[in-house]
């Protein structure tokens, strides 16, 4: 694995009207094996008519170093904006976190996670997946009996150019870090500098956003890898959460969704022309590479059968 300037954490979190935000950080220190290397990066989108939870002032006396930046959320431009404003944060950590604003870690995650990626064996192995989902009941976080490491599968095309790619749970984690082909959005864990070589497309919105990280940061050289243990639980909302593309204004939404669709398209032809730059593909590999060792084909809208039935591909090889 390259080696890293520090041992330091950068844990990068967008929040919207989010009131499990503070214990989201609380439990991340607790569990923490090295809570003092932790640094939050928070873009926080709050609600001055929500609960307390969701007000400005929600994170005031944490016991860490937390960098905010605060915005109502009538200002919010989605997900993909705020984590993009959140990677700004990145102050040259040897290592990011990228998750969402409601989950809860695992015992000594952080240390885990640094072993991981050396068992990888490659030079930017990236750490990503579905997790598991705990549920908040009368106030108190109530886990699954016994939860797996989900391995993702990649179903349909989509005629917009995104594709679905669900977690399954398997039995049968093996003894290391699996390959998987598709980057998850809630759980990114992987080399501090990705903040900065693959920082998120504000213009973005939503759905998609998955599959764009994905190409961009394997043109940019890194390996994704599903963890090898269950490190972290999302929550299941049983109302669904909070989120800008329910609470922006319709017709403003349909048309960043479509401005987003054709920022994905052009992805998929690998952006030759550079117009997406600097949120383009990387210099390290090529979107047909990725193709051919993903077995999706993007030309022809198709998916391999193991995509689609989640055998895990094999490591990356340069020289297809």
Not at 152 to 169: K, N, Y
Request: aromatic letters at 10%; one cysteine or more; proline letters at 8%.
């Amino acid at each position: 694995m390259t080696d890293v300037p520090n041992q330091n954490v950068f844990v990068a979190i967008a929040a919207y009207r989010e009131p499990e935000l503070r214990r989201t950080i609380e439990n991340c220190i607790e569990t923490a094996a090295h809570p003092e290397r932790l640094r939050f990066g928070v873009c926080l989108q709050y609600d001055l008519d929500g609960p307390a939870e969701t007000q400005p002032g929600c994170l005031d006396g944490l016991d860490a170093e937390v960098r905010i930046l605060s915005y109502d959320w009538t200002e919010s431009k989605g997900g993909c904006w705020a984590r993009h404003l959140t990677q700004g944060l990145f102050a040259g950590e040897g290592y990011t976190l990228q998750i969402d604003s409601h989950m809860r870690m695992a015992a000594n995650w952080d240390v885990d996670l640094i072993a991981m990626m050396h068992d990888c064996g490659t030079d930017k192995p990236l750490i990503t997946g579905q997790c598991p989902l705990y549920e908040l009941i009368d106030g108190v976080d109530v886990y699954p009996d016994e939860a797996t490491v989900p391995v993702t599968i990649v179903d349909e095309w989509r005629e917009s150019g995104w594709i679905a790619h669900p977690g399954e749970p398997r039995d049968d984690p093996g003894a290391g870090p699996r390959p998987t082909r598709i980057l998850s959005g809630m759980f990114v864990f992987t080399l501090g500098h990705w903040n900065i070589e693959v920082r998120q497309d504000p213009e973005h919105l939503y759905t998609g956003e998955e599959l764009a990280l994905t190409i961009r940061s394997f043109t940019w050289g890194y390996d994704l890898f599903n963890p090898s243990s269950v490190i972290a639980w999302h929550r299941h909302h049983p109302k669904g959460n909070q989120k800008y593309i329910f609470d922006g204004d319709d017709a403003e939404v349909q048309h960043r969704d479509q401005v987003a669709y054709r920022r994905l398209r052009f992805l998929h032809r690998g952006d030759p022309d550079r117009v997406l730059k600097p949120y383009s593909t990387g210099p390290i590999r090529s979107v047909t590479e990725f193709c051919q060792w993903s077995g999706l084909d993007f030309p022809a809208r198709q998916v391999s059968d193991d995509a689609r039935n989640g055998v895990d591909p094999q490591p990356y090889e340069p020289d297809w």
